[in-house]
Nanobody, 124 residues
Framework: EVQLVESGGGLVQAGGSLRLSCAASGFTFDDYAIGWFRQAPGKEREGVLC????????RYAASVKGRFTISSDNAKKMVYLEMNSLKPEDTAVYYC?????????????????WGQGTQVTVSS
């Protein structure tokens, strides 16, 4: 059974940090690109960052430049989203998703598997 399980969300004050984790199982992790997406209330889902199966990273959300980083531990089948200098506008449900390609994509439907999401709330 394919599973992507996010964790690490929560409530944090503006300027704070969180690290989200995505635990993958049930598929050949090395053959997939993993992306982080987010969806804020009343807004469309947007791609945040992605890491390819070859370890290259792509940022899709200009607003997170210099604040968010993505990394992976292929041996543990884990992907992380390190979020620093958080702002209230970062409040959203964050999802990790897996795409069966070594290439990343900002296009949500290109991803086959999705986690259930983890809520991040940044207070002002």
């Amino acid at each position: 059974e394919v599973q992507l399980v996010e964790s690490g969300g929560g409530l944090v004050q503006a300027g704070g940090s969180l690290r989200l984790s995505c635990a993958a199982s049930g598929f050949t992790f090395d053959d997939y690109a993993i992306g982080w997406f987010r969806q804020a209330p009343g807004k469309e889902r947007e791609g945040v960052l992605c890491i390819s199966s070859r370890g290259s990273t792509t940022r899709y959300a200009a607003s997170v430049k210099g604040r968010f980083t993505i990394s992976s531990d292929n041996a543990k089948k884990m992907v992380y989203l390190e979020m620093n200098s958080l702002k209230p506008e970062d409040t959203a449900v964050y999802y990790c998703a897996a795409r069966p390609s070594y290439l990343c994509s900002a296009y949500g439907p290109a991803y086959y598997y999705w986690g259930q999401g983890t809520q991040v709330t940044v207070s002002s």
